[in-house]
């Protein structure tokens, strides 16, 4: 049937996103930021944070942009000395960051409930190498576009995020000083090393996917 080879190309197309998506979120938790704060490579806050405290005002970042709060969230928060922890500027570059998050995550969603709408017709219809060949495809896909980002991140890392930053933020809204909360809690490092798992991720699954459905010898399409 044609409509079977469309949603084929359909779901392989959706599946990279899907992929990088679902490492995003398993990222986007207070977890990530605690374990990588007690990496003995990760760089100590030049201006005083200690491990205990980065983990405590990034658990509030974190859960900001995946919450149902407004900013004020993150707003009322003041340190022991009764200092806002975050300038307006800060401020208003995570409302941007949850803005891009939450439509982030509502595609993923549709995408999400999209590609299991496809799955679930292929075994109604019992259209197991369609399934074989959407998952297949789809690993491929994920394994050429994420590999040629993982060079480029392993060339010039602080080029991919710069233009990443500029894809999803105007200019001068999300370059902040040494000395802010953001950058205190989420240096370049950070950045990095969430890049790579997210990606890495991605990849993993993407390289299991094309090894699980690999046509075999004697194997009969339906």
């Known amino acids: 049937m044609k409509i079977n080879k469309i949603l084929v190309v359909v779901l392989a197309i959706f599946i990279p996103y899907i992929l990088l998506m679902t490492g995003v979120r398993l990222v986007m938790t ?30 509030y970042a974190v859960s900001y942009l ?16 009764g200092h806002k922890m975050y300038t307006p500027d800060e401020l208003s570059h995570m409302v941007d960051v949850k803005d891009v998050v939450t439509t982030a995550s509502i595609v993923w969603y549709v995408l999400g409930g999209i590609s299991i709408a496809i799955l679930l017709w292929f075994v109604i219809m019992q259209q197991w190498t369609s399934i074989r060949k959407s998952l297949n495809a789809g690993g ?10 993982l060079v480029f991140l392993a060339v010039s890392f602080d080029k991919l995020f710069e ?6 933020f105007q200019d001068g809204t999300w370059t902040f000083s040494p000395s802010s909360t953001l950058i205190r809690l989420f240096p ?12 890495a991720f991605a ?20």
Do not use: C
Request: glycine share 8%; no cysteine.
């Open 188 to 199: 370049f490092e950070f950045w990095r090393d969430a890049f790579v798992l997210v990606i």
């Open 66 to 81: 995946t919450n149902d709060e407004g900013i004020e969230y993150l707003g009322n928060l003041q340190d022991e000395t």
């Open 163 to 168: 233009y990443f930053h500029r894809l999803f």
């Open 203 to 222: 990849m993993v699954v993407g390289i299991l996917l094309v090894l699980l459905t690999k046509k075999r010898k004697g194997h009969k399409a339906s």
């Open 30 to 59: 207070p977890a990530f930021p605690a374990w990588e704060y007690k990496r003995a490579e990760f760089p100590l806050d030049p201006y005083g944070f200690t491990v205990q405290e980065r983990t405590k005002w990034s658990d």
């Open 140 to 149: 491929w896909i994920t394994i050429g576009l994420l590999g040629a980002l």
